[in-house]
């Protein structure tokens, strides 16, 4: 298998892992380029769940090892209790397993606080983040201010850089938002211990994907979130603040662009959302109902409800084009058996015109009426299915219209959450 780079086509939560976890065995490592613990990717093996945030959903399979390049934000806390929590149920996270690039940036207590007091402040204007503090991370990383691992090896050099942190963090905190500062020694507490649990780990992860690829090893780079929450690209300000695209997987680990030889966009066969922001699909009642039931669709990290609605191909077509999607993975097929139809959007008339790409202006998503071509449903339940021509005839128009609309072939179809409830093509 070539190099690649699997990323989610919708707003997250596609179900990247589990495709990722299936792909990685025949791959040498795997690869995170972007974004923290914000993340929330649920792998199931044998009736098990495994939630995954910040280690890639490689971790699973003994034989491949897991990276994190530096474009990953690290809260070290959370990335040790992660390490330790997998190591409870017998998984190998030793050193030879997970490598952390040195070029990452750290999330430090002011980070959540300021994600948190900010979102709070913001009123109905809220972003709805997932509170991790990345935001506030990715900001003092563009801002020239961050911390970064390798930086560990200087405490000294960590505490001038906190010290000067928080004369602004906490000018904030307490004189713009009302809350109580925050004291360097707290800052401190959070980073010394992880930081020596995580020494072993640590790598330039460049040249490490460069020894695999030398070695013969393919790489698996996997995508957090999705393309439309990309900072550039996605639906701004109602996004997350790093490159989601399949390109940053080349800036977010050390990597020409050379070395990205096919992309997998992973495609939900109906749209959901959490936190604020456009989304033309997006249905209550009985439909939004079903989805949210039968697709148990809620966040991994903080337990909120997912918007749901249908399937829309106008944001799909986008995300092909942004990140040179050369096929697509089509996930939870199995949540629209019952319903009686099913409704695509081909379209959205916008401002009176009929726009086969999402509109650019800020908040343009949330007067794009979707334009809806309707499909026939199936009752019969997909969790025994195991090929494509076993699938009901309409499960399999829904499949061909899918492609049709992308004008990329689906080469997965997902219809359960364990790993053989998967049909290859
Ligand atoms: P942040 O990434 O915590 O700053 O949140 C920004 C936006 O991205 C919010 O709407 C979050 O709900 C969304 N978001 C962040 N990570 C994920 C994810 O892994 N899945 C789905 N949505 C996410």
């Known amino acids: 298998m070539p190099n690649l780079v699997v990323v989610g086509t919708q707003w997250g939560d596609e179900g990247k892992g589990k495709i990722v976890d299936l792909l990685a065995t025949r791959v040498a490592a795997v ?75 750290l999330i430090l207590p002011y980070h959540r606080l300021l994600d948190e007091a900010r979102e709070n402040y913001k009123g109905d204007r809220k972003i709805g983040t997932t509170g991790r503090g990345i935001g506030p991370c990715y900001e003092d990383k563009a801002g020239r201010c961050g911390v970064r691992v390798c930086d560990l090896e200087d405490m000294e050099l960590v505490r001038r850089k906190i010290r000067q942190a928080l004369d602004e963090k906490n000018a904030l905190l307490a004189g713009l938002y009302g809350r109580k500062p ?33 070695a013969g090893g393919e790489i698996l780079f996997e995508g957090a979130q999705g393309t439309h929450l990309d900072i550039d690209h996605g639906t701004y300000p109602f996004v997350t603040s790093s490159s989601t695209v399949a390109g940053n997987a080349a800036a977010g680990s050390g990597i020409g662009p050379d070395h990205l030889h096919r992309v997998l966009g992973v495609v939900k066969a109906y749209t959901t959302r959490v936190g604020s922001g456009g989304m033309p699909t997006e249905q209550g009642g009985e439909i939004g109902g079903h989805l949210q039931k039968k697709g148990v669709e809620f966040g991994t990290v903080t337990g909120r409800e997912r918007r749901c609605g249908w399937l829309d191909t106008v944001i799909l077509r986008e995300s092909v084009r942004l990140c040179g999607v ?32 999402p509109p650019q202006a800020e908040g343009g998503l949330a007067e794009a009426v979707p334009v809806y071509e309707t499909m026939g449903g199936w009752t019969r339940s997909l969790d025994e299915i195991r090929s494509f021509a076993e699938l009901p005839a309409a499960a399999q128009d829904y499949v061909r219209r899918l492609e049709d609309l992308a004008g990329r072939p689906v080469s997965m179809v997902s219809v359960g959450p364990e790993r053989d409830q998967t049909i290859m093509r």
């Open 326 to 357: 050369n096929s697509l993975a089509v996930t939870k097929l199995d949540v629209l058996s019952g319903l009686p139809e099913l409704k695509i959007c081909v379209a959205y008339n916008y401002r009176g015109q009929i726009v086969e790409y």
């Open 182 to 214: 925050i004291t360097e020694r707290e800052v401190l507490d959070s980073i010394v211990r992880p930081a020596a649990r995580i020494k072993p780990y640590l790598a330039d992860i460049s040249e490490e994907i460069a020894l695999v690829e030398g």
């Open 31 to 105: 690869v995170r380029f972007q974004g923290g613990h914000n993340a929330g990717h649920t792998v199931a093996v044998g009736g098990e769940q495994y939630k995954l945030r910040l280690i890639p959903s490689g971790i699973l399979h003994s034989g491949t090892v897991c990276m994190l390049g530096n474009g990953v934000v690290l809260d070290l806390e959370e990335l040790c209790a992660e390490i330790e929590a997998l190591v409870a149920r017998g998984v190998d996270v030793g050193p030879k397993r997970l490598r952390i690039s040195r070029k990452c940036h």
